[in-house]
């Protein structure tokens, strides 16, 4: 095999590489590291559990080409809430009085050099290992997908309901996971929350807003809710909840 899973807990100089291939991945999507999670826990996470925190290396070179990032957690796995990538990280960060059963599967970034290359896959594969290597009952994940954010104003209910012309769930990543082994057990209908000042969402438009109302901004999955009168906007991200059994 080409590639090896190593962990960012290896060696400082994976821990930066890895850091710059997440960086540069979201980078187009940097609204979303504004939710009171991310800004609040999500760093201090990755440092904690930096064993969970996955680089998928080129055996090659030696350089990381993919990055994955979960965190232990406890969770119940029939009943996950409406809250999902944030609620991951805020229960990761707080409710350690639990023992923890789940890894919370937060992120796969592959820089747009390699994507096409089933990487992706391998980093899903290596959480479900991981997992099991810490006798942990399984993994979940609210699954951000692909092509939603072309159809911003399409509910994420009417969106999972598509097909292909083949019949199989239209969204390439929600597909990845299905042919994963994952398993669908509901809408995360608010996953991520961002809620700014207006000017802060027209750097993110390009644009000055005309009035209150909703406004589609390139990559959110859905419209921001722009609040002339209280000078904000409210972005509230619906993700897609998986569960893999270890």
């Known amino acids: 095999m080409r590639y090896a899973v190593r962990t960012r807990a290896e060696s400082p100089e994976l821990r930066r590489a890895a850091m710059a291939i997440e960086q540069a991945a979201w980078s187009s999507l940097g609204f979303l590291n504004f939710t009171r999670a991310h800004f609040a826990f999500y760093q201090q996470l990755l440092e904690e559990h930096a064993d969970c925190q996955l680089c998928l290396v080129d055996e090659a070179t030696g ?10 957690l406890a969770c119940d796995f029939n009943n996950l809430p409406p809250e999902g990538w944030d609620w991951i990280v805020e229960t990761a960060a707080n409710d350690r009085a639990k023992p923890r059963n789940a890894l919370g599967a937060l992120a796969i970034s592959v820089p747009n050099l390699h994507r096409g290359k089933g990487l992706a896959r391998v980093l899903i594969q290596a959480f ?9 009952d399984g993994v979940i994940a609210p699954v951000r997908p692909s ?3 072309r159809h911003p104003f399409i509910s994420m209910e009417d969106y999972i309901g598509w097909t292909d012309e083949k019949g199989r769930i239209f969204d ?6 299905l042919s994963a082994g994952g398993k669908i057990i509901k809408q995360a209908e608010r996953s991520m929350t961002v809620e ?6 027209e750097t993110w438009l390009g644009k000055r807003f005309e009035g209150s109302g909703s406004y589609a901004i390139d990559g959110a999955l859905m419209p921001v809710s722009i609040d002339m009168d209280r000078g904000v906007g409210r972005y509230v991200e619906p993700n897609v909840w998986f569960a893999y059994s270890a």
């Open 63 to 72: 350089y990381p080409v993919a990055v994955g990032n979960c965190v232990p």
């Open 196 to 201: 700014e000042p207006v000017a802060f969402w």
């Open 147 to 149: 092509e939603k954010h």
């Open 172 to 177: 390439p990543w929600l597909r990845s996971h």
């Open 128 to 136: 479900q290992e991981l997992a099991i290597a810490k006798g942990l």
